[in-house]
T-cell receptor
Framework: GAVVSQHPSRVICKSGTSVKIECRSL??????MFWYRQFPKKSLMLMAT?????????EQGVEKDKFLINHASLTLSTLTVTSAHPEDSSFYIC??????????????FGNGTRLTVT | GNSVTQMEGPVTLSEEAFLTINCTYT??????LFWYVQYPGEGLQLLLK?????DKGSNKGFEATYRKETTSFHLEKGSVQVSDSAVYFC???????????FGKGTRLHILP
């Protein structure tokens, strides 16, 4: 079945540095990918919709200059957390839908990236 | 706006017990409803879905029925196993776009 690969699975970085997270659709082309953030004991919050060939669409309250999204190709979207701070520590998950699937085909999720900022 | 509310966890049950995880939603229009499961160390996987009122989604012994009159989509399983231990997310999507809105998740522990 369709697979979404997310890398790295875990990353620890120092405050003030930037971290890039990659999301790849392995066997389908995804014109749209989604980035979520998951806080402990809370829901997954949609951060932004990543559109191939155009700017990402950010949800209200998400700083676009802080969380840079680049959808470079039909199989790759990247999320860069710039000038990371400890409050950015979280679990980030990407997802994509296979457009060739049947109606209402589900989103396929990556395994997530645990970011820890020290 | 659209939202999903599901029961707080963690839920701890003995093996072979009956499981119910409550989920209610608020939405305009006619959303599709989903249950996703996240096993330890893994990403989210779709467990089951229902796209219209009175539909029943089922998979791996789990069931949920789309109840428009009560705006609910409760997850049930007649006899749980240790391998069902995971976090379960109720979710909805607006039929007009790809955005999915998740509940907070319910952690389920099954004791042998």
């Amino acid at each position: 079945g369709a697979v979404v690969s997310q890398h790295p699975s875990r990353v620890i970085c120092k405050s003030g540095t930037s971290v890039k997270i990659e999301c790849r659709s392995l066997d389908f082309q995804a014109t749209t990918m989604f980035w979520y953030r998951q806080f402990p004991k809370k829901s997954l919050m949609l951060m932004a919709t990543s559109n191939e060939g155009s700017k990402a669409t950010y949800e209200q309250g998400v700083e676009k200059d802080k969380f840079l999204i680049n959808h470079a190709s039909l199989t790759l979207s990247t999320l860069t957390v710039t000038s990371a701070h400890p409050e950015d520590s979280s679990f980030y998950i990407c997802s994509a839908r296979d457009p060739s699937g049947v109606n209402n085909s589900p989103l396929h999720f990556g395994n997530g990236t645990r970011l820890t900022v020290t | 706006g659209n939202s999903v509310t599901q029961m707080e966890g963690p839920v701890t049950l003995s093996e072979e017990a009956f499981l119910t995880i409550n989920c209610t939603y608020t939405a305009t229009g006619y959303p599709s409803l989903f249950w996703y499961v996240q096993y330890p160390g893994e990403g989210l996987q779709l467990l089951l879905k229902a796209t219209k009122a009175d539909d029943k989604g089922s998979n791996k012994g789990f069931e949920a029925t789309y109840r428009k009159e009560t705006t609910s989509f409760h997850l049930e399983k007649g006899s749980v196993q240790v391998s069902d231990s995971a976090v379960y997310f109720c979710a909805l999507s607006d039929g007009g776009n790809d955005k999915i809105i998740f509940g907070k998740g319910t952690r389920l522990h099954i004791l042998p």
